[in-house]
């Protein structure tokens, strides 16, 4: 009789998880653990808006488990530690997990298989979580990419549509009295007042993710292209925080979207679109992976000395509630206070009013999304923030600082978004919500609108602030040059 155990970690789902369709196949018994080792991830720690989610994916995969006839182990402390008592307690040769790519678990995970190893347990390690491997793909020259389209391109050539494993049709219950834990005591869930609207916004668990791929392929794929750009528009797949917990993989998703390409031009085309994205959250792994300190330092060294503002948190407190009196920019950050979740136009519009117009340092606007997000991800956050920053890999020149109103003219053309997340301005017409300061005294007073009262002020004049951003820019350019 041989014993595995499957040790889930983000990789939260049954089907196309290589760990554990390994374990089933190779062993008798299977004891699927979930180990919460916060401190383990230290300086990135899961986020409130994750640890909610995380609590919801564990209950799900916890039932998924249970009606395979089976029970997910729950256990909190040092994951070598843990592992080595639960080796103990059920007498399992071999540990089974999927790989995470962050410098903090990349560490841990290596330390953790040479020590089972050394002491005659084997150790298997697989990938569920991306379609390359961040080691296997290079420049002609062997180095790592920096720039994402010929990096997309040499994946692209290489991308042939995976098998996936199929879930388990049974896990037979291992014997010995095993504790199966609590999950109420992992103490996840946040005593925040936003868990409601999280809970109504989102279904976490392998379900919930099935569910949306299924609802975005079939009725939003096609409006892609054109839509994705639209925060008052659902056509994005809002997938990120399931494919982050890994409640569903990018194999299944590469395996759907080919078999809709397969029906038409249009989806063809839409379908490569959706891909390149997915490319793009490879692509941010890949970063990652090879250079691990972006977390906290610029890829581009230069912006090591930028002169971000010295009395910025103030001014990071009132974006952080999206008070800042500049509508869009309140907009994506309630609707991020209020889902856990914002619309990719949007994180680059408030991104770039923190780290340009406002002239906080872009780490704590990572900070702050990575304690709000649901899908707060190391890998696609600190690619998103040095991006957007224009200090990053392959990033948005310096100098191109999104302009918030013409971004909410040209992407919410009816001000839906705006007057759902800013309803205290829904009143203005169209011409006005966005730039309200900009409105006559009149169309003010009728919309019931009082700036600084009803209504913040703006925190800074758009244009000001801008041209200051770029004389920063420039300072930083010439110091480079002495
Ligand atoms: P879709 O457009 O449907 O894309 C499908 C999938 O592709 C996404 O679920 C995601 O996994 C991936 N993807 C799409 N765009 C990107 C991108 N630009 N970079 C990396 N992967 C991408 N994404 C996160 O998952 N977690 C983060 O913490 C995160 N932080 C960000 C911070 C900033 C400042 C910016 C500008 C972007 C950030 N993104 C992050 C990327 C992007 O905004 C989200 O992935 C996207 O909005 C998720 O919505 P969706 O699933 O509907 O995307």
């Known amino acids: 009789m041989s014993t595995a155990i499957v040790w889930f970690r983000r990789d939260l789902r049954l089907t196309d998880n290589p760990a554990l369709a390994s374990a089933v196949r190779e062993h008798d018994r299977v004891v699927p653990l979930y180990i919460h080792a916060p401190h383990e991830e230290s ?15 564990l209950a799900s995969l916890q039932e998924r488990i249970r009606a395979l006839g089976s029970r997910l182990i ?14 103990n307690e059920t007498d399992a040769d071999a540990v089974y997990w999927n790989r995470l790519y962050e410098p903090a678990a990349i560490l841990r995970d290596s330390d953790i298989k040479r020590r089972l190893r050394a002491a005659g347990v084997t150790a298997c390690s697989a990938n569920a979580a991306l379609l390359f491997e961040p080691w296997t793909v290079a420049t002609r020259s062997g180095d790592p990419y920096r720039v994402f389209t010929p990096f997309w391109k040499g994946c692209r050539a290489r991308l042939e549509t995976p098998e996936v494993f199929e879930a388990p049709n049974r896990l037979p219950e291992f014997r010995g009295g095993i504790e ?29 993710a099935l569910d949306q791929v299924d609802v975005f392929m079939q009725e939003a794929l096609d409006r892609y292209p054109s839509g994705r750009d639209f925060p008052d528009r659902q056509y994005t797949s809002r997938l990120s925080p399931h494919l982050h917990f890994g409640e569903v993989g990018p194999r299944q998703l590469m395996v759907a979207i080919t078999a809709e390409m397969a029906s038409g031009p249009a989806q063809e085309q839409a379908g490569e679109k959706f891909l390149r994205q997915v490319g793009w959250r490879e692509f941010a792994h890949h970063i990652l992976y090879h250079y691990p300190k972006t977390p906290e330092e610029p890829l581009d060294a ?36 209020s889902t856990g979740w914002m619309h990719n136009r949007v994180r680059m519009v408030v991104g770039s009013f923190l780290t340009k117009n406002l002239r906080v340092p872009w780490q704590q606007g990572a900070r702050w999304f990575w304690d709000t997000l649901v899908d707060a991800d190391l890998a696609n956050n600190t690619l998103g923030w040095q991006w957007i920053s224009g200090c990053g890999p392959d990033a948005a020149p310096y100098f191109r600082v999104f302009n918030p109103v013409k971004q909410a003219e040209k992407y919410d053309p009816d001000r839906k978004y705006i007057r759902r997340w800013v309803p205290e301005l829904a009143s203005l017409s169209d011409q006005h919500i966005a730039s309200p300061w900009n409105a006559p005294a009149p169309v003010m007073k009728a919309a019931g609108v009082r700036l600084g009262e009803t209504y913040p002020l703006p925190m800074v004049d758009l244009k000001e602030s801008r041209q200051q951003a770029l004389d920063a820019y420039q300072a930083i350019k010439a110091g480079d040059r002495t």
């Open 43 to 57: 300086p990135w720690s899961p986020g409130a808006a994750s640890r909610w989610w995380l609590h919801q994916s």
């Open 74 to 87: 729950l256990r909190t402390g040092n994951s070598y530690d843990v592992l080595q008592l639960m080796i």
């Open 180 to 208: 199966g834990g609590n999950l109420a005591e992992l103490d996840l869930l946040p005593v925040r007042p936003w868990s409601e609207g999280l809970a109504s916004a989102w279904q976490p668990g392998e379900p919930g």
């Open 302 to 337: 230069r912006f090591a000395k930028f002169p971000w503002r010295g009395d910025w948190q103030q001014l990071y407190g009132r974006w952080c509630r999206g008070t800042t009196g500049i509508p869009l920019v309140d907009a994506g950050l309630r609707e991020l206070w």
